[in-house]
C-alpha cells in the first residue's frame, strides 16, 4: 500500500472514530500497522488504539497498546509529548486522577513554549480542559475556575462549550458567586444543556436565586426540579425544604405549610 493510499485509510478510520462507530475504526487502525513501516508513523497508529479503547472502557487493551507505542519510539522524538499526554488521560480513566494531574502539569511545566507553539497549541488546550476537568473532580474548585475561564477562550462545539459553562457555574455557585453563576448557567442554557446536567442546572439556579432574592425565579427551578425528581436525583426531602422557604418568602402561607410538612421523613 502506498504513501497516499496509507494516508486516506487512516483519514478514514479517525473520522470512523469521530462518528461513533468505534469498533470499525479500530480495525481500521489494526489493518494500517502491517503496510507502514514507519517507527513513529506505527506509534501514531498505535495511539489512536488506546483512544479507541478507552472510549470502549476497554482499559487493560489501551495500556498494553500504549507501552507497546512507546517502545516503538526514539528518545528523542517530539511524539513522546503526545505519549505522555495519552498516559495521563489513561489514568484518569484507571480511576487514578491525583497521578493523571500530576503527569499534565509535568507536561506544562517541561514544555513551558506550548501554548505559543502552533503546531502544538491543540496540544495545550487539551491538556489545560483535562487539568480543569481533573481538578473539579478532586473537588479544587478555587483552581477550576481561573482554568475554564481561560479554557472558554478557546475554540470548541457547542456541547463542549456549554458542559465547561455548567462546571464553571457549578464552582462559582458552590464558592457563593452567585451573580457569576447564574450568568454562566443561563448562557449554557441559550447554548443548551448537556442532558445530564439539566437537573443539576435547575438546582443550582434555584439556590443561586434564592441567595440573590428572585423567589419567584427560584421557585421556578425548584418546580421544575419536582417534575422531574425521578430522573434528576435530586434530594427529596431537601427540596421540599427550599420550597417550603421559597413560598414563605413569598407570602405563601399555606404552600409554605404543605412543603414544610413534605420535607419531614415520615
Known amino acids: 500500500m502506498d504513501?497516499?493510499?496509507?494516508?486516506?485509510?487512516?483519514?478514514?478510520?479517525?473520522?470512523?472514530?469521530?462518528?461513533?462507530?468505534?469498533?470499525?475504526?479500530?480495525?481500521?487502525?489494526?489493518r494500517l500497522q502491517e503496510p507502514t513501516a514507519d517507527p513513529e508513523k506505527k506509534a501514531v497508529l498505535l495511539l489512536n488504539e488506546v483512544t479507541c479503547?478507552?472510549?470502549?472502557?476497554?482499559?487493560?487493551?489501551?495500556?498494553?497498546?500504549?507501552?507497546?507505542?512507546?517502545r516503538k519510539?526514539?528518545?528523542?522524538?517530539?511524539?513522546?509529548l503526545s505519549v505522555e499526554y495519552t498516559d495521563a488521560c489513561l489514568m484518569k480513566e484507571e480511576g487514578k486522577p491525583e497521578e493523571a494531574l500530576d503527569k499534565l502539569e509535568k507536561l506544562?511545566?517541561?514544555?513551558?513554549?506550548?501554548?505559543?507553539?502552533?503546531?502544538?497549541?491543540?496540544?495545550?488546550?487539551?491538556?489545560?480542559?483535562?487539568?480543569?476537568a481533573l481538578l473539579y473532580q478532586l473537588g479544587e474548585n478555587e483552581k477550576v475556575i481561573p482554568l475554564l475561564e481561560e479554557v472558554l477562550s478557546f475554540e470548541m462545539s457547542p456541547g463542549d462549550r456549554s458542559r465547561n459553562l455548567c462546571i464553571l457555574a457549578c464552582c462559582c455557585r458552590t464558592l457563593h458567586r452567585?451573580?457569576?453563576?447564574?450568568?454562566?448557567?443561563?448562557?449554557?442554557?441559550?447554548?443548551?444543556?448537556?442532558e445530564n446536567w439539566e437537573g443539576r442546572v435547575h438546582w443550582d439556579l434555584g439556590i443561586t436565586h434564592y441567595h440573590l432574592r428572585e423567589f419567584g425565579k427560584e421557585k421556578q427551578e425548584f418546580l421544575l426540579c419536582e417534575r422531574g425528581i425521578a430522573g434528576y436525583g435530586i434530594p427529596v426531602f431537601?427540596?421540599?425544604?427550599?420550597?417550603?422557604?421559597?413560598?414563605?418568602?413569598l407570602g405563601e402561607k399555606i404552600e409554605a405549610a404543605r412543603y414544610a410538612q413534605l420535607s419531614k421523613p415520615s
Not at 431537601?238 to 418568602?249: E, H, K, N, V
Open 73 to 80: 519510539i526514539p528518545a528523542d522524538s517530539a511524539l513522546w
Open 108 to 132: 506544562l511545566s517541561c514544555n513551558p513554549g506550548l501554548s505559543r507553539d502552533q503546531e502544538r497549541s491543540y496540544l495545550y488546550e487539551e491538556i489545560q480542559q483535562r487539568r480543569a
Open 238 to 249: 431537601d427540596l421540599y425544604g427550599w420550597l417550603s422557604a421559597t413560598c414563605s418568602a
Open 53 to 70: 479503547y478507552m472510549i470502549l472502557e476497554r482499559f487493560g487493551d489501551a495500556r498494553q497498546r500504549l507501552d507497546e507505542a512507546s
Open 178 to 194: 452567585y451573580e457569576r453563576a447564574k450568568e454562566l448557567y443561563l448562557e449554557a442554557r441559550e447554548i443548551g444543556v448537556p
Open 3 to 30: 504513501e497516499a493510499r496509507i494516508e486516506a485509510s487512516l483519514e478514514e478510520a479517525l473520522a470512523l472514530r469521530d462518528s461513533g462507530r468505534v469498533l470499525d475504526a479500530l480495525e481500521g487502525f489494526q
